[in-house]
């Protein structure tokens, strides 16, 4: 079974193009290693704590998983059944990537703040910071629909973090310990009940759960003056960048001028990037 993350591309393929866009555009490089130095001085603890170089591999895989929330049936459904229209239906797929990721997250000695960053960067990379009601009253009562009957597309995806920790030349220890864990998430959340429950757990939280929105939200506020929040902007607008940068090149129908114009100014070109 194909996967796809638009029509005619794989989903594979675009999460990697995604991270690879970053290493191979310096100056958004150099955005990702400021990110990578923040987050292990400022967010990283005693109990989690993370050299620069593990959270620059956090930081590509995070790149990498944006969209694996696309393996769900509605949306797989949308990108095929419309041929060459491709109108895919994008609502809520970073949702379901963001609990999927904040599921992944918990069994990881990482610190609060970094997974507020992972996880906040990845549910935000189509929006500015969001207010947890926006999303629990518009994607609540609707995801029992998104999420339904997507369990063979959640476990055809389920193999792609150890691909990509491969493709992308990922070596840390800790990264590996996240990618497994994404691998179990994957396989449980084929269950749909398990799936509707990491939505829960990330948009509702229970009892201050680590994981719950609210929990990450807390988080952000009270770590080191605010840089937190910060960095969910950076890392969230990094992936946003990348994310547009790849979907662009990898159409034969590159008609967005504002991508258009993105590659001008890092003078950069589509053969480049694939």
Not at 18 to 25: E, F, Y
Not at 86 to 102: G, L, P
Not at 125 to 137: E, F, G, N, P, Q
């Amino acid at each position: 079974m194909v996967v796809y993350a638009w029509c005619g591309s794989r989903l594979k393929d675009h999460l990697v193009n995604t991270a690879k866009a970053v290493l191979k555009v310096r100056s958004l490089d150099r955005i990702a290693g400021v990110i990578a130095y923040k987050l292990s001085n400022y967010c990283s603890s005693a109990e989690g704590r993370i050299s620069a170089s593990e959270a620059r591999e956090l930081i590509l895989l995070t790149l990498a998983l944006h969209d694996i929330g696309k393996a769900c049936r509605r949306y797989q459904e949308s990108v095929i059944l419309n041929g060459s229209e491709c109108k895919a239906s994008f609502r809520y797929h970073e949702v379901i990537s963001a609990a999927i990721v904040a599921e992944a997250l918990l069994p990881v000695s990482l610190s609060d703040p970094v997974r507020a960053v992972i996880t906040l960067s990845v549910l935000n990379h189509h929006h500015a910071l969001r207010d947890v009601k926006s999303v629990a009253t518009t994607y609540l009562p609707a995801y029992h629909d998104v999420i339904s009957e997507s369990g063979p597309f959640i476990y055809e995806a389920s193999k792609l973090p150890q691909e990509i920790y491969i493709d992308l030349g990922l070596r840390s220890p800790l990264v590996r310990s996240v990618v497994d864990s994404l691998v179990k998430v994957c396989r449980k959340s084929c269950n749909e009940g398990k799936l509707g429950d990491f939505i829960s757990y990330l948009i509702a939280g229970i009892r201050g759960r680590p994981g719950g929105y609210m929990f990450l939200i807390r988080g952000v506020k009270r770590s080191y003056g605010g840089v937190t929040k910060y960095l969910v902007s950076a890392l969230s607008g990094l992936i946003s960048i990348a994310d547009n940068l790849s979907a662009y090149c990898e159409r034969s129908d590159r008609r967005n001028p504002f991508v258009n114009n993105l590659l001008n100014e890092l003078n950069v070109t589509c053969e480049a990037l694939l």
